[in-house]
């Protein structure tokens, strides 16, 4: 016959005994504190004491050492100037090209689509291009409210901690009180260069060797402006194909210079600094049509690569559709 329970060594046993019944509440309550064995949670007092003391030391530590690699690292940090700069940087030296206004909506982000008789469509286009450019238009919004802006010309530098203004209220059918020409079906798109600290442009401002690429219209206009005017970076928006030529019609550029002048150059992170923009007025461009446009800065340090379906500095590409 079998005999539940252990037999130990001096001949006696230990039985086996059914576990205490314990409802639910019991049991969780005999969790969080268990005065028969004096646990709370699982340990004792004393367990949980060194345990908390541990991992204060531990957390603490942690985070001193943040503190110190923290502190190492912002003391290395110039506010003003980047580290690497020009071809030490991830940026380089190729600024890009960027143009406004752009949609909100990510599905047509390079497509300027409206109907110039529709009110609303034309209000949501012009509403995007007053918030792009209300620095431009109030300088009490900048850092410092604009009062280091100066005037400029090609004759007088820029004065030191001082910036140029941009005044696009003085360009005719692209100044906001004329809705940037959307209203008549004559939209004016905004075209910027990248800001890249430190770099300066080199010009094309030898009228006898300009690039056999560019275009005549810019051509004839380089040879036409004044010689203090030549130290520009030029822009010129064509259409990317043949029959988007035959759509896009004829093009106006403010400021008159068409292009970025010099004295905007280099960026140098000055407070209130605002970068030049070039306003293309579409004059009369084909309605109810898709027309692809592509505009490109020229300056001989803006590589330009021409190929489709290829990010290139210099150049910038959008879609232009205005219905009746």
């Given at each position: 016959m079998s005999v539940p329970g252990k037999q130990n060594q001096n001949n006696t046993y230990e039985f086996n005994r059914m576990p205490e019944y314990?409802?639910?509440?019991?049991?969780?309550?005999?969790?969080?504190?268990?005065?028969?064995?004096?646990t709370y949670c699982g340990n004792t007092g004393k367990k949980w004491a060194i345990?908390?003391?541990?991992?204060?030391?531990?957390?603490?530590?942690?985070?001193?050492?943040?503190?110190?690699?923290?502190?190492?690292?912002?003391?290395?940090?110039?506010?003003?100037?980047?580290?690497?700069?020009?071809?030490?940087?991830?940026?380089?030296?190729?600024?890009?090209?960027?143009?406004?206004p752009i949609s909100n909506n990510t599905d047509e982000r390079s497509l300027?689509?409206?109907?110039?008789?529709?009110?609303?469509?034309?209000?949501?286009?012009?509403?995007?291009?007053?918030?792009?450019?209300?620095?431009?238009?109030?300088?009490?919004?900048l850092p410092n409210g604009g009062r280091n802006q100066q005037i400029c010309n090609y004759d007088t530098p820029v004065k030191p901690g001082h910036v140029c203004a941009v005044e696009v209220n003085n360009w005719g059918p692209c100044s906001p009180a004329?809705?940037?020409?959307?209203?008549?079906?004559?939209?004016?798109?905004?075209?910027?260069?990248?800001?890249?600290?430190?770099?300066?442009?080199?010009?094309?401002?030898?009228?006898?060797?300009?690039?056999?690429?560019?275009?005549?219209?810019?051509?004839?206009?380089?040879?036409?402006?004044?010689?203090?005017?030549?130290?520009?970076?030029?822009?010129?928006?064509t259409g990317e194909d043949p029959h988007d030529n035959e759509s896009i019609?004829?093009?106006?550029?403010?400021?008159?210079?068409?292009?970025?002048?010099?004295?905007y150059y280099p960026y140098q992170n000055i407070p209130g600094y605002l970068s030049p923009v070039v306003a293309v007025h579409f004059l009369r461009p084909a309605r109810n049509r898709i027309i692809n446009v592509q505009c490109r800065a020229w300056a001989k340090n803006i590589k330009y690569t021409p190929s489709k379906g290829k990010r290139s500095g210099g150049v910038v590409h959008f879609e232009l559709m205005i219905d009746e």
């Open positions: 314990k409802t639910r509440w019991r049991t969780v309550r005999d969790f969080i504190h268990d005065p028969a064995e004096g345990t908390g003391i541990f991992y204060t030391c531990f957390f603490s530590a942690l985070a001193l050492l943040c503190a110190i690699c923290m502190k190492g690292l912002m003391a290395t940090i110039d506010y003003e100037k980047p580290r690497w700069i020009l071809e030490e940087s991830l940026i380089g030296t190729n600024p890009g090209l960027g143009f406004r300027i689509w409206y109907s110039s008789s529709d009110p609303n469509s034309v209000q949501k286009w012009t509403r995007l291009l007053d918030t792009f450019l209300a620095e431009y238009q109030n300088s009490s919004l004329q809705q940037y020409g959307f209203n008549n079906s004559a939209p004016c798109i905004f075209i910027k260069l990248n800001r890249i600290y430190g770099w300066l442009p080199e010009y094309y401002n030898d009228t006898e060797n300009l690039p056999s690429e560019m275009p005549q219209s810019l051509v004839k206009h380089i040879k036409s402006v004044n010689s203090t005017w030549l130290n520009t970076v030029w822009v010129s928006c019609g004829e093009l106006n550029y403010y400021p008159e210079g068409q292009g970025f002048p010099g004295y």
